[in-house]
């Protein structure tokens, strides 16, 4: 599918600025009544492969060819929305801890940035339980990060992490990531409640099912501040691919089939109500806006 000239001209913009910007500490906007603050966690930077690995690798260059963007590697964002109502902080997942990656783990500095104390953090939603958005959650001395918040994952999510045959469902390069999921939600099974898709988890913030990229993944829908937005965690993860073409399958995502039909529900719901997305690797920290595009979708990031 041809990008339009429009769409050539976000992507364009909206990279540029991740490129200026993977080094900034925060982004701020306000949605209702509520301050949402992106805290940087780092960034990631991935083979151009894995973008796309049920696509022809030639209908993906020339996709990213069409949008200005690198073929060769991608580079994501980490992106740790905060949302402030009050006195009231709520985090969605948690960062990567400084074991991860060496360009990762810098949510700690944001939040010191910022002025937000861990402490005073009330509630910790995850997504999924992957390594960018869940070790984080310990600290140096493998105690909870944010020592006095409930962390909030659904129970598909959890019962993946800890099937006995764990190990055996995952790629050899996968495996570190169920035994590092094991030892952090161990470590916070004492702050920790279990959900299901649909539940209102806490008032002003509902869980909206979009398995497949993990058998638990969720995207989060809040209205703490009256307006609504969602949480998108990796339901969407490129600020092309995941828009132009939301069948083709992330190379991470557990079940591509299920990842693709979440990904086009969650985008035709928020095209259609026109509700603004946080997504977790986005560019611009991850704050925008979702339209029709011809027979599929763009990102908009916010001004």
Same mark, same amino acid.
């Given at each position: 599918?041809?990008?339009?000239? =429009?769409? &050539? *001209?976000? #992507? ?9 910007? +993977?080094?900034?500490?925060?982004? @701020? ?32 260059? =020339?996709? &990213? *060819?069409? #949008? ?9 964002? +980490?992106?740790?929305?905060?949302? @402030? ?48 958005? +869940? ?169």
């Amino acid at each position: 599918m041809a990008l339009t000239r =429009r769409d &050539l *001209a976000y #992507a364009a913009a909206a990279w540029t600025m991740s490129l200026s910007n +993977l080094r900034a500490q925060t982004a @701020r906007s306000r949605i209702g009544q509520a301050e949402v603050l992106i805290l940087d966690d780092g960034t990631i930077t991935l083979p151009g492969s894995l973008l796309a690995r049920s696509a022809p690798r030639e209908e993906v260059s =020339r996709l &990213l *060819a069409e #949008a200005g963007l690198p073929l060769d590697q991608v580079t994501n964002s +980490l992106n740790v929305p905060v949302v @402030r109502v009050g006195d009231d902080l709520v985090m969605f997942d948690s960062g990567s801890g400084k074991n991860f990656m060496p360009t990762t783990g810098r949510l700690p500095d944001s939040m010191e940035k910022a002025a937000i104390d861990p402490a005073k953090v009330k509630h910790v939603f995850l997504t999924h339980a992957h390594p960018d958005h +869940l070790w984080g959650a310990l600290d140096d001395f493998d105690t909870a990060a944010c020592p006095n918040a409930t962390y909030h994952i659904a129970q598909a999510e959890w019962d993946f992490w800890f099937r006995p045959d764990i190990f055996s469902q995952l790629p050899e390069d996968r495996q570190a990531f169920a035994a590092g999921a094991q030892r952090v939600l161990k470590a916070l099974e004492p702050q920790i409640k279990r959900f299901r898709p649909g539940d209102e988890v806490i008032p002003g913030v509902a869980a909206f099912d979009t398995t497949g990229h993990t058998p638990g993944h969720v995207a989060f829908e809040v209205r703490l501040g009256g307006s609504p937005f969602l949480v998108a965690g990796d339901a969407v993860t490129h600020p092309v691919v995941s828009f132009a073409r939301p069948d083709w399958a992330g190379g991470f995502d557990h079940d591509p089939e299920k990842a693709a039909v979440s990904r086009k529900r969650l985008l035709s719901r928020l095209a259609s109500e026109k509700i603004p997305l946080a997504a977790y690797h986005l560019p611009r920290g991850g704050l925008g806006h979702v339209e029709i595009s011809g027979a599929a979708y763009r990102f908009v990031p916010m001004a």
